[in-house]
Every structure is written in structure tokens, then in C-alpha cells.
Nanobody, 126 residues
Framework: QVTLVESGGGLAQAGGSLRLSCAAS????????VGWFRQAQGKERRFVAF????????YYADSVKGRFSISRDNYKDTVYLQMNSLNPADTAIYYC???????????????????WGQGTQVTVSS
């Protein structure tokens, strides 16, 4: 059984920063590409970023490119999402996710991911 846990959400002012973390139990996160997605109230879950299992490849949604940065520390078995220059449109529940097979490529499609965390709320005030 795989459990993903996000942390680091909270309230930020516009222009501020937050860093989200994603950790796993039941699997070594270092063997998996990790995706971050977000879901605003009343809207579909949308892709934010992913990082390959090796950390050598990253990919971002256009809406966050240049402001968000995804990284991983495989010694700590944790993936991070650094979010800078936040604006109210970034308000959402943020989820991390992995695919079933180790060493799979990352994907921007939520349907390609098999395991999801419970999410962490990010609220950005203007």
C-alpha cells in the first residue's frame, strides 16, 4: 500500500512564497516520477509540474512556469514544489501523485497517475 502525504500548504499573500513537500510510505519515492496537480474549488484537477524519477527532467504548466520550481531530494525521499510570486489564482488544493510502475516517465495527465495524496490547501490573498 502506498501513501503519499503533502505538507507545507497554508495562507500566503500575493507575491509571497510557499514550499510544498511530498513524502511517501510503502514505496521509495526516489524510484518514481512525481507529479503535482491542483484543484480549485468547483474546477477540474489541473497539472502543475512533474519531475522524473532521476530528477533530470522537469515540466511545468504554462501558468506556473518561471514562478514554481519542482525538485527532489532522494536522500530524504521527498519531492518539493517551491512556489514563488503567488497570486490568488494559485489558490487550490495541491496534490502529489505517482504512477504504478517505478521508473516510468512523468506525465501531465492526471489519468496516468495511480496513487494520490490527500492534498494540502494553498490560499493566496490579494
Amino acid at each position: 500500500q502506498v501513501t503519499l502525504v503533502e505538507s507545507g500548504g497554508g495562507l500566503a499573500q500575493a507575491g509571497g512564497s510557499l514550499r510544498l513537500s511530498c513524502a511517501a510510505s510503502g514505496r521509495a519515492l526516489s524510484n518514481y516520477a512525481v507529479g503535482w496537480f491542483r484543484q480549485a474549488q468547483g474546477k477540474e484537477r489541473r497539472f502543475v509540474a512533474f519531475i522524473s524519477w532521476s530528477g533530470s527532467d522537469t515540466y511545468y504548466a504554462d501558468s506556473v512556469k518561471g514562478r514554481f520550481s519542482i525538485s527532489r531530494d532522494n536522500y530524504k525521499d521527498t519531492v518539493y514544489l517551491q512556489m514563488n510570486s503567488l497570486n490568488p489564482a494559485d489558490t487550490a488544493i495541491y496534490y502529489c501523485a505517482i504512477r504504478k510502475r517505478a521508473y516510468s516517465d512523468g506525465s501531465s495527465s492526471a489519468g496516468d497517475y495511480d496513487y494520490w495524496g490527500q492534498g494540502t490547501q494553498v490560499t493566496v490573498s490579494s
